[in-house]
């Protein structure tokens, strides 16, 4: 990532912004190229209620294609549909029970039907996805101008070849595939999430709407140079990411020494799985631990104010490496809904805020309406 061009996250950032404004907007100019997609959504422009989450899911993973591959998709593509469902059920269905009783069990469940089969049907399909696209890569690749991260990845590949750094084809598939499935999962649930949280506190939705009024105004984008300016609605989107949860348990790790935590001692070669849970929920460190509350980052003259207790991207080391990409995507996002629209439900509908936990934290089924502002 970091051999990319400098503005690629920028770029990629607002263009997924674009799409998925031109999908929503109630008075789009349906000839505008980056909104080619409207006239498939045309139920939002007819006011009804709408799920959301087709049209996150595809916004934010076109950011990870912009990034991998140097291009957008056409949400109607049926490859992209595919690539977005297969994402889908792997993140669902390896934190499900079926994946657990695989990995007790491998000898046993290899050999019996059941969903777990899916999660290596869904794997092949996207690994043979970024496979077409490397080869595709490799047909014009110019090393001294690389437009992507497969080409980046590429060049390396060529300058390395012989060496033992890890630039294989082998792990240019594997790494793509993580760059699709933590990229675009984590950012459309947590996009999912704010949506429930802001219809259900419409007050503080008026209040995001007032400060971005007050910023950035209804004449032009927002863009990243704004959010030290936003306090509130930062403080907004890490209250959405502390009450979302979005990946409860992280992910494994392995201990690199001998260590003593406490009164525990974990021997070299421990398999940990940290548990943020306790930490954005607890007790000691928040004031009101389970209820949405934008001022626990905020101080008393309304200044952003930033929480150790606050890790919904880990910590440390290995802490995660898209988070720079996330914060962008989360500010950009919701400042440029929230400047065009006013977001709220069906009546007499109460949105759940219990989660459906996989590999991450999903909110149940929920339709809203967008009324322009």
Not at 147 to 163: C, K, M, T
Not at 315 to 322: I, S
Not at 332 to 348: E, I, K, N, W, Y
Request: proline residues 6%; contains cysteine; aromatic residues 8%.
């Amino acid at each position: 990532m970091g051999q990319q061009d400098p503005h690629v996250e920028d770029k990629a950032v607002e263009d997924g912004c674009d799409v998925l404004l031109g999908c929503m907007s109630l008075t789009v100019d349906v000839t505008a190229p980056q909104c080619a997609q409207t006239k498939h959504y045309s139920i939002l422009l007819s006011g009804e209620p709408f799920d959301p989450v087709p049209l996150l899911n595809s916004a934010v993973a076109n950011i990870i294609c912009q990034i991998v591959i140097g291009r957008r998709l056409d949400y109607r593509d049926p490859n992209f549909q595919r690539l977005l469902q297969n994402l889908t059920e792997m993140a669902y269905l390896e934190g499900s029970i079926w994946a657990l009783l695989y990995e007790a069990f491998p000898d046993l469940m290899r050999r019996l039907p059941g969903p777990h089969n899916n999660i290596f049907s869904n794997l092949k399909s996207v690994e043979t996805f970024i496979r077409r696209e490397i080869e595709e890569h490799k047909l014009d690749l110019d090393p001294s101008n690389p437009r992507d991260y497969i080409d980046s990845f590429l060049a390396e590949e060529n300058h390395n070849r012989g060496s033992e750094q890890g630039f294989e084809e082998a792990n240019l598939v594997l790494c793509c595939l993580d760059l699709f499935l933590a990229g675009t999962e984590t950012t459309s649930k947590t996009l999912q999430w704010g949506l429930i949280y802001l219809i259900k506190n419409p007050h503080i939705q008026d209040d995001v709407q007032a400060e971005i009024d007050r910023v950035i105004g209804q004449t032009r984008q927002p863009t990243m140079a704004d959010r030290p300016n936003m306090s509130y609605t930062d403080a907004v989107i890490h209250e959405i990411q502390r009450m979302g949860n979005i990946v409860p348990l992280n992910g494994p790790r392995v201990a690199a020494k001998d260590t003593t935590l406490g009164s525990y001692f974990i021997p070299k070669g421990t398999s940990v799985m940290p548990n943020l849970t306790s930490v954005l929920f607890d007790k000691t460190e928040w004031e009101t631990p389970d209820t949405f509350n934008p001022k626990h980052f905020l101080d008393a003259g309304g200044r952003f104010v930033r929480r150790e207790a606050f890790a919904p991207f880990s910590a440390g080391k290995r802490a995660c490496l898209g988070e720079g990409l996330a914060r962008m995507e989360l500010f950009l996002f919701f400042a440029s809904l929230l400047q065009r629209f006013c977001f709220s439900t069906v009546d007499g509908v109460e949105l759940r805020t219990e989660g459906i936990t996989g590999a991450t934290r999903t909110p149940y089924p929920f339709k809203i309406h967008a009324k322009a502002r």
